[in-house]
């Protein structure tokens, strides 16, 4: 700490991301990433707007962008926010839309940026536990709250839970903000988008980095009724009017106006999801079922630190948190199916799993 | 205002960026832009990172731009802080560096985004006038204060300030951070990165915006000691791990090597603006002494609104800013010798002005 800092960075405990090995050589399933690529007619788009047109200032409100995320999902475009990947969207939300009196409620195992957010922007927060299975209960979460924000799917757990559930929820929960974070929706669940337009008072929020094999691009959406955008907007024009640069406006677009690149990319995810986690149960471990392109497992024998480290001595890499609840537990990517034979082949090889 | 909102969001006066014209039949000089592109080289990385790998996360320490950037400035990585435009940079400034008791301290005429992000982030301020001739004034500035900020050149004055001016001032104020704001420094004056080592409270932020001609690419930096770095880096960590994608990584590594056409195109910039003061001067404009890419002008008999109207009919945009002590200044944008003869021609079309 220094004198010169202001009082707050002191008490900052910082989002660590998963490691982004500079090495090629290494099999990489911690982090999440799509392993087919983008649509050939995203890079396409990003390679035409590589000109002289950069010396220029990107448009400050992304208008191509909103427009055709608008008529993805049949909404306007006053109901749709852009930002430079989803964790600058949330940030957002935490500071212009969760800081009120009472405290914010979110699952106890969930996207762990939730409370370093709550660190930076100063907002109260309580955990709501998940349950024995690993599901958001609900009707846990008490209606006196400055906002819910849950992952669906939630990350790292992979589970899902059903539209009613949160359409509950919100009939009970309208004096605050309902922020359903859907970072892997693409792969699973129902995505609530079309709720926005009968409660005013939810915001979804979508990326393309998974679902469009887009995360070294940087772009990430919020869905709600324009009032709520009205305040995003206002804070972002209060801290950054340009956070969508030419190359990502124009890639996105094109990448979300690929239907058919999108679907046959995800299908490919979900049956090799399939396919790892029979195997995966085959080899002794715990698989929740998951609606997301990762797994998160448990060995009934083996320590998850201790898999972990075999892996890694084997150059792939899987996600281990450090919570207690979920400390013997993997995350782990679906890749393609190349790497994921060569994960059950290092797990087969590990000592006593085969 | 809606009840869902964060108290200080309805208080919030976003900043409202320069008309960004979907039209490319206009004479663009309201926004400071590079008249001549980024370097081939520039582009060429880019185009060259278009590629599957953009379904990976960049990196997130952007460690090949702070190398960059630590070997043109012969400084350590450990001094350098990147974002995405400096506009996010002074964000994270305002926020971890310039909140304390005290209030802060800028310009009264100066770049209209400070006092936004105070607003933001809930940090008091206090103006200091700009003498008669528009210079800032160090000498005005008290020692008691939460921070010092500037812009050297100012903006949109184009005025510079001394390096014994600055250096005085942080003489005797070493108590709280110093930054200043070199967006414009590629055009002239003198810059303070050299400072850092000797001053352990001063940051230097500069920009590829104007200098690089990738204002569309969003790339900003802080240079200053490794104490004040790695409280941005904290702030940063908190926010969005990741705010450079892969593209914008590439291409600013690259421009910021390519030294031969940065000078090439900065000389041309510098030639055609001390031509169009002199024109300015020879058609009844007080044309201030610029060391930008833009010069700020006033007219002896037109107000400045009417000749950006006269100007605008003529589909040429000018800046003008509604500010009590400048409103008669227009600020000009230093185009090609082309935009600015057609900049000319219209003002002696204008009546009375030839």
Chains 1, 2 share one sequence.
Request: charged share 20%; proline share 5%; net charge negative.
């Amino acid at each position: 700490m220094s004198e010169l800092w202001s009082a707050i960075v002191n008490d900052l405990t910082p989002y660590v991301p998963g490691e982004q090995p500079t090495s090629n050589n290494v099999i990489k399933l911690n982090t999440n990433e799509n392993p087919y690529g983008p649509s050939p007619a995203a890079l396409d788009a990003i390679r035409a707007e590589a000109t002289d047109s950069l010396r220029l200032y990107p448009d400050p409100q992304a208008q191509k962008l909103k427009a055709a995320l608008a008529k993805f999902h049949t909404i306007r475009e006053a109901q749709v926010f852009v930002g430079n990947g989803s964790d600058e969207v949330l940030a957002h939300i935490f500071h212009g839309l969760l800081k009120h009196d009472e405290p914010i409620l979110f699952p106890d195992i969930s996207y762990s940026f939730y409370p370093v957010y709550c660190g930076l922007y100063d907002v109260a927060f309580k955990t709501v536990a998940v349950n024995d299975s690993f599901e958001i209960d609900l009707d846990e979460y008490p209606s006196k709250n400055g906002g819910v924000i849950f992952p669906n799917p939630n990350a790292p757990t992979g589970r899902a839970l059903s539209r009613d559930k949160v359409k509950a929820l919100l009939n009970r929960n309208r004096r605050s903000v309902v922020v359903v974070d859907e970072a892997y929706i693409a792969f699973g669940g129902h995505s609530l988008v079309d709720l926005i337009e009968l409660y005013d008072n939810l915001l979804v929020v979508q990326t393309l980095s998974k679902s469009h094999a887009l995360a070294g691009l940087r772009v990430g959406f919020a869905f709600g009724d324009s009032k709520l955008i009205e305040a995003l907007e206002r804070v972002k024009n209060s801290f950054n009017p340009y956070p969508l640069d030419r190359l990502a406006i124009a890639g996105a677009v094109a990448a979300i106006e690929d239907r058919t690149y999108f679907e046959s990319s995800r299908d490919k995810v979900l049956a090799t999801r399939e396919r790892l986690s029979t195997a995966l149960r085959g080899l002794g471990f715990e698989v929740l079922p998951s609606q997301t392109n990762f797994v998160f497992v448990s060995h009934k024998t083996y320590s998850a630190n201790t898999i972990a480290q075999a892996l890694r001595d084997r150059s792939i890499l899987v996600r281990h948190f450090d919570h207690p609840r979920t400390m013997n537990f993997l995350r782990v990517t679906v890749g393609t199916d190349i790497e994921v034979d060569a994960l059950l082949n290092a797990l087969r090889d590990i000592s006593g799993l085969a």
